[in-house]
């Protein structure tokens, strides 16, 4: 089965700083994607970025982009020019490419504040 | 576009009782929907896929009879918590699947479940 792990269970950044979230994964499939969710006080998820594993290219999003490694199957979020509206819970989760594979596995999560 | 709705977004009721969550995908179809519980400052817990005229998949630990799932048309699947208990207290999401290539899945806004 497959594991999401996020090591940093909170972290925080100065306002217009630049922040990065880990995540590492565990799967046996060389298909599928990972993900990048964001769940603000509101309890909304919102998803941030999106990465193909077929894709060498690294996502980017605005202000968010992810450090893609395959082989050592870690998908990091990078956050530049952090604002106060980017505090939030963040999820990193994976789903299966594989047909009839839908669910998304998920991380524990990361706090994420932002300091004025 | 891709708006998921969820309808309450708090109840509570009486030990014994059953309440029932509606998920409404707002602008498109959804032939998936995905159901989860989210504990306090946890991760999301995947219960069960919803499957439109078909019968939900729970995963392992889920009880069926307990958490009925019901998706009867393509833009809303229902969760019914039978007979309630403190226990079941919880922030119930779902998600729906949107029918491209990139199957993303959008999340409702959360169902506050208390039982007293």
Not at chain 1, 33 to 44: E, G
Not at chain 1, 51 to 79: G, H, M, P
Request: hydrophobic share 35%; charged share 20%; net charge positive.
């Amino acid at each position: 089965a497959q594991t999401v792990t996020q090591s940093q269970p909170e972290m925080s950044v100065q306002e217009a700083e630049t922040v990065t979230l880990s995540c590492t994964y565990d799967t046996s499939e060389s298909d599928y994607y990972l993900f990048w969710y964001k769940q603000p006080p509101s309890r909304q998820m919102i998803l941030v970025i999106r990465q193909e594993a077929y894709k060498q290219q690294n996502a980017t999003e605005n202000r968010f982009s992810v450090n893609f490694q395959k082989a050592a199957k870690s998908f990091s979020l990078k956050i530049s020019d952090s604002q106060l509206g980017d505090a939030a819970m963040y999820f990193c989760a994976y789903r299966s490419a594989q047909g009839g594979s839908e669910k998304l596995v998920f991380g524990k999560g990361t706090k994420l504040t932002v300091n004025p | 576009g891709a708006v998921v709705s969820q309808h309450p977004s708090r109840v509570i009721c009486k030990s014994g009782t059953s309440v029932k969550i509606e998920c409404r995908s707002l602008d498109f179809q959804a032939t998936t929907m995905f159901w989860y519980r989210q504990f306090p400052k946890k991760s999301l817990m995947l219960m069960a896929t919803s499957n439109e005229g078909s019968k939900a998949t729970y995963e392992q630990g889920v009880e069926k009879d307990k958490f009925l799932i019901n998706h009867a048309s393509l833009t809303l699947s229902t969760l019914t918590v039978t007979s309630a208990h403190p226990e079941d207290s919880s922030f119930y999401i779902c998600s729906a699947r949107v029918l491209t290539a990139r199957a993303e899945q959008y999340f409702g806004p959360g169902t506050r479940l208390t039982v007293t």
